[in-house]
């Protein structure tokens, strides 16, 4: 998963299942009223969802819909969420670099 610098589609088949041990999630409980969490994402420097240099900030999207999980083989984290489209689902997944984490509110 170390080439998933950015946001890369990853089918079931490519997933190492067996050497990802889960470790939690980034979804915040949903406000009085919310039925899902928020689509607005953080790029202040201009970068895009799927740029390897795009902030981390687990209060926006897609990170709010993220599972966060730990390869047993490299010790490398790596967050994970499901993209639902019209006719398709599509897991997505990115390396998590420390150094792009942000804290950032709505």
């Not at 470790?23 to 969802?49: I, V």
């Not at 897609?62 to 019209?86: H, I, L, S, W």
């Amino acid at each position: 998963m170390k080439h998933c610098l950015g946001w890369e589609s990853v089918s079931d088949d490519r997933w190492p299942a067996d050497q990802m041990q889960s470790k939690g999630t980034l979804r915040e409980p949903l406000q009085d009223g919310q039925t899902e969490p928020s689509f607005e994402e953080f790029h202040p420097d201009g970068t895009r969802y799927d740029s390897p240099q795009a902030p981390i900030a687990p209060k926006h999207f897609p990170y709010n819909r993220c599972d966060v999980f730990a390869c047993q083989k490299c010790g490398c984290g790596v967050m994970k969420y499901t993209e639902y489209g019209g006719y398709y689902v599509d897991n997505r997944v990115r390396l998590f670099n420390p150094e792009l984490l942000v804290d950032v509110s709505l």
